[in-house]
């Protein structure tokens, strides 16, 4: 479904990523790691298009289409969907209305606000004084408005409370999960890119294939459980070994 | 007699006025404007007015039905075609005829607004124009907005207008004002004298929605008189093409503990010229203000003004000015100005100016929004914010002025 060949981005003139290779197949969903500044939302907010994400050498490719030059809209609605870190405040625009435009009506705010307990939050500002926590509801909602085919989520666990990371948890795996997706007809299988620094998320979507990202590259690849066990236990400093061990394997 | 000699005394200085340039504003040369008729006919209700009018009359924010109203006056170039109250509480009535019926309207009667202060004030004096007197009664809380409308029908009219609008200790008033021209008149002149009397504890939340044409001229000049512990609330939205507006309400909150709010929403087409300003004198103790303006320049020129003057201890005041340019040829100016006289006070403000926020419109736009679309939602959602804290079914009214406005082409 996606495929990123040799990508090398800039933003404001500083080289972020070096080259960065990685593909995500259709009904799979795949971890990013790395540490702070590695490049992990530089990659997905570039996948998504966004200005200042300069792409200086390289290739996206989405459903064998070479997206590279495509605008947000053309790439949101051939079915890639994000779920932003730091997403702007929308003075004015409320998220009832969010919801709404996002989910061209085809969904019920107050409906899908019960899920994710959120229905007090549909007459307020989008993101305008929301915690951590509510930011990543409010984006999983309108993901389900838009309803892509490739997830891009950006720590979707991070900053939610204990009692709220089961519901943003199940609400993942319930939309991963779902038949169809915007921007494609028939029945496939979405797929993820999710980054965690914590694997929290591990323990509600089974993801299938972890990369480890440092200094703008992928260093490694392999079991995101493993990957997460080795981090966890050595720290990012493997890196550098990992992609001798990474190259003599492909 | 005092009244009649005062009177001469106004006439005189008046007539010293007539040439007298405006402080802000570009010039605009009298002669070249006809008085408007001050004869055509009177309709019992607004259903009665032609078609073509009652569009006009609704997209200004005035319901031909009258539903929903506690009562309805037009103006159409110098002649009272309507005015009725529906309530108890409100009387609405010509300026003319309120003259007539009480003594005491000398009280009021360019009390507020001096006739001298520029050749439109001067004018509208000499030419002893008519307008709507709207009363609420003492500790009358009047539920429904009265309505009003003043329509340019004429080709080369200069409209003079003379308002009035008192509201005694303890009632509560709304007015909603709407402003148009009708179709066909390309060049004219409105000039609006409004003196608002906010009595003890009392409330107007006052709307003014100015939906001109492109080749119209407009100079309103407004002054509310405010008593101890009374609110006025103005909301003001000019989202239509218009060739120059300059308008600078004052507020003189010369009671203690007296708040008011002045919201500005406006747009400034390609050949508009908006000189907007608010200005709250504040002389009581304890008195307070906000002053939230929201303007958008499309290729037109906003100069947004703001100004406090801070008389007495414990006044509060906050200016906030935000102006958007969309496309290339728009100017926005933003002029904050805070005057403080004693110590014991504080008055903040905060102005901004630039271009529509990019993260903003690419954050719609990765949810699949077409740019176009975005910039539209970012806009109405920035229009939306100052008209915030009105009373639901005014909000209503200006939601669907924004609504109306295509802001997809900008």
């Given at each position: 479904m996606l495929e990123i060949e040799n990508l090398h981005v800039e933003v404001g003139g500083r080289k972020i990523l070096k080259g960065v290779n990685l593909n995500v197949m259709s009904g799979y969903t795949n971890v990013l790691f790395g540490p702070n500044g590695s490049g992990k939302s530089t990659l997905l907010m570039t996948i998504m298009g966004f200005s200042g994400y300069k792409?200086?050498?390289?290739?996206?490719?989405?459903?064998?289409?070479?997206?590279?030059?495509?605008?947000?809209?053309?790439?949101?609605n051939r079915g890639i969907g994000i779920m932003m870190q730091r997403p702007p405040n929308l003075v004015g625009v409320n998220l009832r209305n969010m919801i709404k435009v996002t989910g061209k009506n085809r969904i019920v705010p107050e409906e899908a606000a019960v899920d994710l307990d959120m229905a007090r939050f549909l007459d307020r500002d989008v993101n305008v004084g929301f915690s951590g926590g509510e930011i990543k509801r409010s984006e999983l909602?309108?993901?389900?408005?838009?309803?892509?085919?490739?997830?891009?989520?950006?720590?979707?666990?991070?900053?939610?409370?204990?009692?709220?990371?089961?519901?943003?948890?199940?609400?993942?795996?319930?939309?991963?999960?779902?038949?169809?997706?915007?921007?494609?007809?028939?029945?496939?299988g979405k797929a993820a890119l999710v980054i965690t620094h914590t694997g929290q998320i591990l323990d509600y979507i089974e993801a299938d294939r972890g990369y480890v990202m440092c200094n703008g590259m992928v260093m490694c690849s392999g079991n995101p459980r493993e990957l997460l066990q080795e981090i966890s236990k050595m720290g990012y400093e493997e890196c550098i070994k990992c992609k001798l061990k990474l190259t003599t394997v492909n | 007699m005092q009244a009649e000699a005062d009177h001469r005394e106004l006439k005189k200085r008046a007539e010293a006025a007539k040439e007298k340039r405006a402080a802000f504003g570009e010039d605009i040369d009298l002669d070249n404007y006809r008085s408007g008729s001050k004869d055509l006919e009177k309709v019992e209700g607004l259903m009665e007015l032609k078609e073509e009018e009652q569009r006009t009359l609704l997209e200004a924010g005035v319901i031909p039905s009258e539903e929903g109203r506690s009562g309805s006056f037009v103006l159409m170039d110098e002649s009272v075609v309507h005015s009725s109250s529906k309530v108890q509480g409100v009387e609405v009535m010509p300026v003319s005829e309120a003259l007539k019926k009480y003594g005491w309207m000398e009280e009021y009667y360019w009390k507020a607004v001096s006739p001298d202060a520029d050749?439109?004030?001067?004018?509208?004096?000499?030419?002893?124009?008519?307008?709507?007197?709207?009363?609420?009664?003492?500790?009358?809380?009047?539920?429904?907005?009265?309505?009003?409308?003043?329509?340019?029908?004429?080709?080369g009219v200069a409209q003079t207008v003379h308002n009035i609008v008192i509201v005694e200790e303890g009632a509560e008033l709304d007015v909603v004002t709407g402003c148009s021209t009708s179709k066909g008149v390309e060049k004219a002149l409105h000039l609006g004298i409004s003196e608002f009397y906010i009595k003890k504890g009392a409330t107007l939340n006052f709307t003014m929605i100015h939906n001109w044409s492109e080749q119209i001229g407009v100079r309103p000049r407004t002054v509310i008189v405010q008593e101890d512990n009374s609110t006025f609330i103005n909301n003001y939205v000019a989202l239509k093409p218009v060739r120059t507006i300059q308008t600078y309400p004052t507020a003189r909150m010369e009671g203690r503990n007296c708040f008011s709010r002045f919201n500005s929403v406006a747009i400034a087409h390609k050949g508009s010229?908006?000189?907007?300003?608010?200005?709250?004198?504040?002389?009581?103790?304890?008195?307070?203000?906000?002053?939230?303006?929201?303007?958008?320049?499309?290729?037109?020129?906003?100069?947004?003004?703001?100004?406090?003057?801070?008389?007495?201890?414990n006044v509060r005041g906050h200016l906030?000015?935000?102006?958007?340019?969309?496309?290339?040829?728009?100017?926005?100016?933003?002029?904050?100005?805070?005057?403080?006289?004693?110590?014991?006070?504080?008055?903040?403000?905060?102005?901004?100016?630039?271009?529509?926020?990019?993260?903003?419109?690419?954050?719609?736009?990765?949810?699949?929004l077409s740019e176009d679309e975005a910039v539209g939602i970012i806009v109405r959602g920035f229009l939306e914010v100052g008209i915030r804290g009105l009373p639901e079914n005014l909000k209503r009214e200006i939601d669907k002025a924004i609504e109306r406005t295509d802001v997809k082409g900008m």
């Open positions: 792409v200086t050498h390289g290739k996206i490719i989405f459903n064998g289409e070479d997206i590279t030059n495509l605008s947000v809209t053309e790439r949101a909602i309108q993901l389900e408005a838009q309803n892509p085919c490739l997830y891009l989520l950006d720590e979707p666990e991070s900053g939610v409370d204990l009692v709220s990371i089961e519901r943003v948890g199940n609400k993942v795996r319930e939309l991963l999960h779902g038949a169809s997706c915007a921007g494609r007809k028939g029945n496939i | 050749k439109f004030t001067a004018r509208t004096f000499t030419e002893e124009a008519d307008g709507y007197f709207i009363r609420a009664l003492p500790g009358a809380k009047v539920k429904a907005p009265v309505q009003t409308c003043l329509m340019l029908k004429g080709k010229e908006l000189d907007l300003g608010s200005r709250a004198i504040m002389s009581g103790e304890g008195s307070r203000c906000e002053m939230i303006s929201r303007t958008i320049a499309t290729g037109g020129k906003v100069i947004a003004r703001g100004q406090m003057i801070g008389k007495a201890k906030e000015c935000r102006g958007l340019i969309l496309g290339e040829g728009g100017v926005q100016i933003a002029i904050p100005e805070l005057e403080a006289y004693v110590p014991d006070l504080e008055m903040t403000h905060e102005a901004a100016v630039g271009k529509i926020a990019q993260d903003q419109v690419e954050y719609l736009m990765a949810r699949g």
